[in-house]
Protein backbone atom coordinates (compact mmCIF):
# COMPACT_ATOMS: atom_id res chain seq x y z
CA UNK A 1 0.00 0.00 0.00
CA UNK A 2 0.98 3.36 -0.72
CA UNK A 3 1.53 6.48 1.72
CA UNK A 4 -0.33 9.00 1.10
CA UNK A 5 2.61 11.94 0.99
CA UNK A 6 4.06 9.35 -1.50
CA UNK A 7 0.67 9.54 -3.96
CA UNK A 8 0.82 13.35 -4.14
CA UNK A 9 4.75 12.95 -4.86
CA UNK A 10 6.08 13.77 -1.48
CA UNK A 11 7.46 12.02 0.91
CA UNK A 12 6.90 11.81 5.17
CA UNK A 13 10.75 13.92 4.91
CA UNK A 14 8.72 16.98 2.59
CA UNK A 15 5.67 16.95 4.61
CA UNK A 16 7.55 17.56 7.62
CA UNK A 17 10.18 19.60 5.91
CA UNK A 18 7.11 21.98 4.83
CA UNK A 19 6.31 22.27 8.14
CA UNK A 20 9.41 23.11 9.97
CA UNK A 21 10.32 26.24 7.11
CA UNK A 22 9.26 28.92 9.24
CA UNK A 23 10.58 27.84 12.58
CA UNK A 24 14.07 27.31 9.87
CA UNK A 25 14.02 31.48 9.17
CA UNK A 26 13.29 31.90 11.94
CA UNK A 27 16.02 30.29 13.50
CA UNK A 28 13.93 28.75 16.29
CA UNK A 29 14.62 25.00 15.64
CA UNK A 30 17.31 22.90 17.87
CA UNK A 31 20.69 22.03 16.18
CA UNK A 32 20.00 18.22 15.43
CA UNK A 33 16.85 19.71 13.51
CA UNK A 34 18.02 21.75 11.59
CA UNK A 35 20.74 19.81 10.53
CA UNK A 36 17.87 16.92 9.65
CA UNK A 37 15.86 19.84 7.71
CA UNK A 38 19.67 21.71 5.60
CA UNK A 39 19.75 17.80 4.83
CA UNK A 40 16.96 17.11 3.24
CA UNK A 41 17.14 20.56 1.70
CA UNK A 42 20.13 19.81 -0.08
CA UNK A 43 18.59 16.41 -1.11
CA UNK A 44 15.11 17.61 -2.26
CA UNK A 45 14.94 20.15 -4.94
CA UNK A 46 11.55 20.70 -4.42
CA UNK A 47 11.50 21.28 -0.80
CA UNK A 48 14.34 23.86 -1.15
CA UNK A 49 11.87 25.60 -3.69
CA UNK A 50 9.61 26.16 -1.33
CA UNK A 51 12.05 27.40 1.26
CA UNK A 52 13.42 29.87 -1.07
CA UNK A 53 9.64 30.76 -2.09
CA UNK A 54 8.92 31.46 1.57
CA UNK A 55 11.60 33.22 2.00
CA UNK A 56 10.84 35.54 -0.77
CA UNK A 57 7.61 35.68 0.23
CA UNK A 58 8.32 36.66 3.72
CA UNK A 59 11.12 39.43 2.53
CA UNK A 60 8.30 40.86 0.78
CA UNK A 61 5.54 41.14 2.98
CA UNK A 62 8.31 42.81 5.73
CA UNK A 63 9.03 45.36 3.29
CA UNK A 64 5.57 46.73 3.13
CA UNK A 65 4.40 49.13 5.60
CA UNK A 66 1.42 49.45 8.12
CA UNK A 67 -2.10 49.09 5.81
CA UNK A 68 -0.45 48.58 2.55
CA UNK A 69 -2.63 45.32 2.27
CA UNK A 70 -6.07 46.50 2.14
CA UNK A 71 -8.01 44.27 5.22
CA UNK A 72 -10.04 42.03 2.79
CA UNK A 73 -6.98 41.29 1.26
CA UNK A 74 -5.33 40.38 4.44
CA UNK A 75 -8.11 38.33 5.42
CA UNK A 76 -8.27 36.52 2.91
CA UNK A 77 -4.67 35.58 2.39
CA UNK A 78 -4.51 34.15 6.04
CA UNK A 79 -7.72 32.33 5.32
CA UNK A 80 -5.83 30.94 2.73
CA UNK A 81 -2.26 30.21 4.64
CA UNK A 82 -4.41 28.71 7.86
CA UNK A 83 -6.47 26.63 5.91
CA UNK A 84 -9.90 28.08 6.42
CA UNK A 85 -11.09 26.92 2.59
CA UNK A 86 -11.31 30.95 1.86
CA UNK A 87 -10.26 31.37 -1.47
CA UNK A 88 -7.47 34.15 -1.26
CA UNK A 89 -9.34 35.15 -5.12
CA UNK A 90 -12.38 37.21 -5.35
CA UNK A 91 -15.33 35.21 -6.69
CA UNK A 92 -15.16 34.22 -10.38
CA UNK A 93 -11.47 35.29 -10.66
CA UNK A 94 -7.65 35.05 -10.09
Request: glycine share 16%; with cysteine.
Amino acid sequence: MMRAGARRGRSAGCHEAVELVTDYLEGALPAGRRRCLEGHLAACAGCAVHLEQIRVTVWILGCLGAGAIPDRALSRLCGAFLGSGVSPFPEGGQ
